[in-house]
């Protein structure tokens, strides 16, 4: 029994892996479209799907992050300024995508732009903290995909949508991991309604990299700040010894993530280029071995696992 067991999941993930190495032809002739393209994840995958001959439509926040952009690659990758968290430029880059593809339609929109800051534990934030998170990494995300989703579908393309671990085990308080659920949410409705359509959504859960969005001094002063706007009551509730604690503990997340940017962009081209791309792409050992287990287990075996793992307040009872 264990043998005829064993011989059927090698046959699976024989088939699986012939399956995912079948390559969409003519790439040279697709256009793709990635937001946030000044650093991290989506200026690597700028710079490497114009290696593999896509056309490549980048959007970038700054004129700076373009023109950088711009020096490492070929004529073919053009760049436009993107804010998604206004409507006049997601509406101006929008039309200024649908001039460049025509009647071929857009092969790919990649949606990678996001903001980590500000994260705090809940009662140190505002309605305002959460809004400047939710506004960039799902309303932005999703006002991005349903500008641009007609050009997608007379393609019959492709929708990557970039997620986190953190939209699957949510482990820290404020707007990053509530905007992460959003996008996981809006993706999983998507993928099922776009497949009458033939366009296929994939959904990129890194772990943690070593981005923007982890920069060591950024998140220690993020949390500062927070805890001098705090009222005194929460102040008195939380402590300076945890206040202490948790800068640390931000301060130390740096240390613990990968540099390997093409862990996370190689899963968004093979997303973008492959005949039989996966739903959902977990990036680095951490998401697969760690943070993509704990999303199975028991809600009270994970809350006992965090729980031992946090600082505690001072008024803790």
């Known amino acids: 029994m264990w043998l005829y067991l064993a011989v059927l999941m090698g046959l699976y993930y024989l088939l699986r892996w012939y399956r995912e190495r079948q390559v969409v032809s003519h790439l ?6 990635i937001t946030g393209c000044d650093s991290g994840f989506g200026n690597q995958l700028a710079r490497q799907l114009d290696l593999r001959g896509l056309r490549v439509l980048a959007g970038c926040l700054t004129e700076q992050g373009a023109e950088q952009l711009r020096a490492k690659t070929s004529d073919r990758l053009e760049t436009v300024i993107l804010d998604v968290t206004q ?4 509406a101006a880059a929008a039309q200024w995508v649908k001039d460049r593809v025509g009647d071929r339609g857009l092969w790919g929109l990649v949606n990678n732009a996001g903001v980590s800051q500000p994260t705090a534990p809940n009662e140190w934030l505002t309605k305002e903290d959460f809004m400047k ?6 309303l932005g995300l999703i006002e991005v995909t ?9 393609a019959r393309g492709r929708l990557v949508n970039v997620t986190s671990v953190m939209g699957r085990v949510s482990l820290f308080g404020g707007g990053y991991c509530v905007s992460k659920y959003g996008v996981e949410a809006f993706s999983d409705s998507l993928r099922r309604e776009l497949s009458f359509f ?3 959504v994939a959904m990129i859960e890194p772990g943690f990299f070593k981005t923007g969005l982890t920069n060591k001094e950024t998140m220690i002063q993020n949390s500062r700040t927070l ?3 705090a009222n005194p009551e929460i102040q008195e509730l939380y402590g300076e010894d945890f206040l202490a604690s948790y800068v640390k503990v931000a301060g130390n997340i740096e240390k ?8 996370v962009t190689d899963c968004m081209e093979h997303a973008l280029t492959a005949c039989y791309p996966r739903a959902r792409y977990s990036a680095g050992w951490d998401a697969k071995l760690f943070y993509l287990p704990m999303s199975y287990l028991p ?3 994970v809350d006992t696992l965090v729980h031992l793992n946090s600082s505690r307040p001072a008024k803790a009872i």
Do not use: H
């Not at 040279?28 to 479209?33: A, C, I, L």
């Not at 409507?87 to 997601?90: A, D, L, P, V, Y």
């Not at 613990?256 to 862990?263: D, E, M, T």
């Open 133 to 138: 998170i939710l506004d960039v990494n799902l």
């Open 87 to 90: 409507t006049e430029s997601i």
């Open 198 to 200: 033939g366009v296929k």
């Open 256 to 263: 613990q993530c990968s540099s390997n940017l093409s862990l």
């Open 28 to 33: 040279q002739d697709k256009y793709v479209f």
């Open 299 to 301: 809600t009270a075996l």
């Open 146 to 154: 349903l500008s641009l989703l007609p050009l997608v579908r007379k």
């Open 227 to 229: 805890w001098k706007k």
